[in-house]
């Protein structure tokens, strides 16, 4: 009986299909809002910076589910994979990078706390907005003629979204993508709290 007790405790512990299922669903969503925000942001130009900035604050109740939820182990680094490996498959190599160590140290954050903080959960969020944006976004800033050599934009093109990235209203973006990240970690409290508090993130 006790043998049987702790190997489904011990089951418990990791991922069930369920799980992956929530995670992969979830995930999709994050992505999917990536791409329409992206696009929807693209004109004028001067708003391209500001598209991580506004997924952050849309996608809160989103990216809060899966640990919220799962609350388990992989809650936070499986999101920021499946994220970064569709972003690389489209060309975006740089996003995977960045998801990659925002999932690692994410997750690590998340874990220490038995996946039962929400202030860690919102470490892991921010983590996962700012490396979207610097892989997406402001990569432009580390390498010139980015979107001529690797996304592969017309010239013209290219030379008017690096001028929109490497000015100002580029820079201060990064600030917003945190900020914006602080807000939908708010506002997907509010929205889930019914899940935060059957998970014993935050008191009934």
């Not at 702790?6 to 995930?27: H, N, P, V, W, Y």
Request: aromatic letters at 10%; glycine letters at 10%; charged letters at 10%.
């Amino acid at each position: 009986m006790a043998e049987q007790v702790m190997r489904e405790t011990a089951q418990s512990k990791g991922l069930r299909a369920r799980d992956f299922a929530t995670l992969g669903i979830f995930s999709a969503l994050l992505f999917v809002l990536t791409m329409v925000v992206g696009m929807l942001m693209n004109n004028p130009l001067a708003l391209v910076p500001w598209a991580p900035t506004v997924i952050a604050v849309i996608g809160g109740p989103l990216y809060l589910m899966m640990p919220a939820k799962v609350g388990k182990r992989g809650a936070i680094l499986i999101p920021a994979l499946v994220v970064g490996v569709i972003w690389a498959l489209m060309g975006g190599m740089f996003v995977l990078v960045g998801m990659v160590v925002a999932g690692i140290v994410g997750e690590i954050v998340v874990a220490r706390t038995n996946y039962k903080s929400f202030a860690a959960m919102v470490v892991a969020y921010v983590l996962f907005v700012v490396a979207y944006h610097i892989g997406s976004v402001s990569i432009a800033w580390i390498i010139n003629d980015y979107f001529t050599q690797f996304a592969s934009y017309p010239a013209e093109l290219a030379a008017m979204m690096e001028g929109a990235i490497n000015s100002p209203n580029g820079y201060v973006s990064i600030v917003g993508a945190v900020a914006g990240a602080l807000v939908g970690a708010l506002f997907g409290r509010a929205v889930l709290k019914k899940h935060f508090v059957a998970a014993g993130v935050v008191q009934g």
